[in-house]
């Protein structure tokens, strides 16, 4: 069992050779070695999985009541513990998500959204390298809300930020760009800054955004 920190990332090999990245606030339970039948992995958050082929031992990541079965293939999941929602997207390959009641194919570019109580499944068109580019310690957003990304900014860096115009709070107050996670929270409210017009301040280790 591997635990990923808030903040933090990892990367493993596994026996067959699949190549897993696992996200910050995950955990992933893998065996030493895998049985002669299947290779299963149990997934709690979001990593991205670059799969070994191997057609006689399918690949299974069990995310809960539903799993994600793949031959060979490279693709991202995201299952929160105690969330309602999983998403699945699909880089190369194909990959069959099999929940208690139906199965469902994706192809390359496609995300698979499911959500648990209600068995309900959605599939839209995305740009899988975009969409994975936490993996290589990139955050790239297009068109994203500025107030979720401000949250997801302040999960990964760990600093409260709290936005004082209400304004901003508008889903259709949206910002796009590319991040490198070397860079500082300051440095990113910066570039921000030069398509958006916001201003901050820091007191008592908060960011203030105005």
């Known amino acids: 069992e591997l ?10 090999t596994l026996e067959d050779h699949t190549k897993v990245w696992i996200n910050a606030e995950s ?5 030493v070695q895998f049985t002669a039948g299947e290779r299963k ?6 990593a991205y999985f670059e799969v070994a082929k191997n057609p006689e031992r399918p690949f ?3 995310v809960g009541n539903a799993s994600i079965r793949v031959l060979g293939t490279t693709f991202s999941v ?3 513990k105690g969330k309602d929602q999983i998403t699945a997207v699909l880089l190369e ?8 009641t139906q199965q469902v194919l994706l ?23 975009e969409n994975l580019a936490w993996k290589d310690g990139l955050l790239k957003y297009k068109s994203i809300a500025l107030c979720t990304l401000l949250n997801e900014l302040e999960k990964r860096y760990e600093i409260p930020i709290h936005i004082e115009n209400k304004r901003l709070l508008d889903p259709n107050v949206t910002v796009s760009g590319t991040f490198s996670e070397d860079q500082s929270l300051k440095e990113i409210l910066q570039v921000i800054s030069r398509s958006l017009p916001i201003k901050w301040s820091q007191r008592d280790g908060t960011y203030y955004i105005q």
């Not at 992995?41 to 979001?46: A, K, P, R, S």
């Open 3 to 12: 635990i990923v920190p808030t903040a933090g990332e990892c990367y493993i």
């Open 27 to 31: 955990k992933i339970k893998y065996p």
């Open 41 to 46: 992995v149990y997934l709690e958050g979001e």
């Open 60 to 62: 299974i990541v069990d």
């Open 78 to 80: 995201k299952a929160d």
């Open 93 to 100: 390959g194909s990959i069959r998500f099999e929940s208690p």
């Open 107 to 129: 192809a390359p570019d496609q995300q698979l959204t499911f959500i648990r109580s209600t068995n309900k499944i959605d599939i839209q068109s995305v740009n899988a390298k």
